[in-house]
């Protein structure tokens, strides 16, 4: 069995480690639940399709939070996946996270109070720039730890890169001169992606005067170091956002990794990026999941046009 740095199984290995749970949920759904075969051979396509979303982020099951399970029903919808397909994707992950705790399996169950995908906004939420700045502000630059958050806040944000590619990202896979990083996103592709040069300069500050004193940093290959020298984790980062958002008068709620990515994004195309370019730095397979963010800029442009114009 394969490991990454973290000890976490990877590819095929990982799949394996999410997918030998189904029989026994499986048999608890027909025994304990009478459940329809057509019924069940629904749910393990729909739970299988997830392992492998899973999969392609490099997420271990134990480390799946709300946010990803939200991500992956949002990415089924916006792709042009019935209600009713959502609807039931989303009953059986959560049927399988609940079996998984009251097993004992999970500490906790990740999908608890998931409200119905029917009630979802498809457009995602946003910070605006004055936002994004109030957070950049809130680090503390005067500790090592607050300068890590900086770069951290920076990166995120000037890349749009996912939390797990920050996460995993390695000094190798840094071009700060060039002014990009190379990054293995979904399904291992590797894409470039460029870093504005501000935020190139707080990865520097990061290195000379944060990373540089822990200990780990000789040996740990992670641009991202915790205490101890272990490479940060990815609730970890969710955590650093939120206490940043508290310092800075943002609310928590509507600050997490991938927010600063739909953020990212949505500031490009206000600023008539070209869609093509935004979906090859985001990574994207298809354009369709990456038109989303034409439809947050109109309605943006709605929102606008509705507040000024004496018509509407």
């Known amino acids: 069995m394969m490991s990454d740095p973290a000890g976490i199984p990877t590819g095929p290995a990982k799949l394996e480690y999410f997918l030998k749970h189904l029989p026994l949920y499986l048999d608890y759904l027909t025994v304990e639940k009478g459940l329809a075969k057509n ?3 629904a749910y393990e396509r729909d739970l299988q399709a997830f392992g492998e979303f899973l999969t392609t982020l490099r997420i271990d099951t134990r480390d799946v939070t709300r946010e990803e399970i939200i991500e992956y029903l949002s990415e089924k919808r916006i792709g042009g996946a019935s209600p ?9 992950i959560r049927g399988l996270f609940k079996f998984l705790t009251s097993e004992k399996v999970l500490p906790s169950d990740p999908s608890e109070d998931l409200e119905n995908p029917r009630r979802w906004s498809v457009l995602p939420k946003l910070l605006t720039v004055e936002e994004i700045r109030k957070l950049l502000q809130a680090c503390d630059l005067a ?4 300068l890590r958050d900086r770069a951290i806040i920076e990166l995120l944000y000037s890349s749009g890169i996912r939390v797990s590619e920050l996460t995993s990202l390695l000094l190798d896979q840094l071009r700060l001169k060039e002014g990009f990083l190379l990054v293995r996103g979904k399904g291992s592709k590797d894409r470039v992606v460029p870093v504005a040069p501000a935020s190139a300069q707080w990865l520097e500050r990061y290195f000379e005067l944060s990373r540089s004193e822990n200990q780990g940093a000789a040996s740990d290959r992670h641009v991202f170091l915790g205490p101890g020298g272990k490479a940060l984790t990815r609730q970890t980062v969710f ?9 800075a008068g943002v609310d928590p709620e509507t600050v997490s990794p991938h927010v600063l990515r739909h ?3 949505t500031h490009l195309v206000d600023n008539e990026a070209d869609l093509r370019a935004v979906q090859m730095m985001l990574g994207h397979a298809s354009i369709a999941t990456t038109e989303i963010y034409t439809h947050v800029s109109m309605a943006r442009v709605r929102k606008v046009y509705d507040r000024t114009h004496p018509r509407a």
Do not use: E, P, W
């Not at 009713?84 to 059986?92: G, I, L, Q």
């Not at 500790?143 to 607050?146: L, P, S």
């Open 39 to 41: 019924s069940l051979a």
């Open 143 to 146: 500790t090592a730890k607050g």
């Open 239 to 247: 955590n650093i956002l939120k206490a940043t958002a508290l310092r």
């Open 84 to 92: 009713r397909s959502v609807a039931r994707a989303t009953s059986a």
């Open 263 to 265: 953020s990212f994004a």
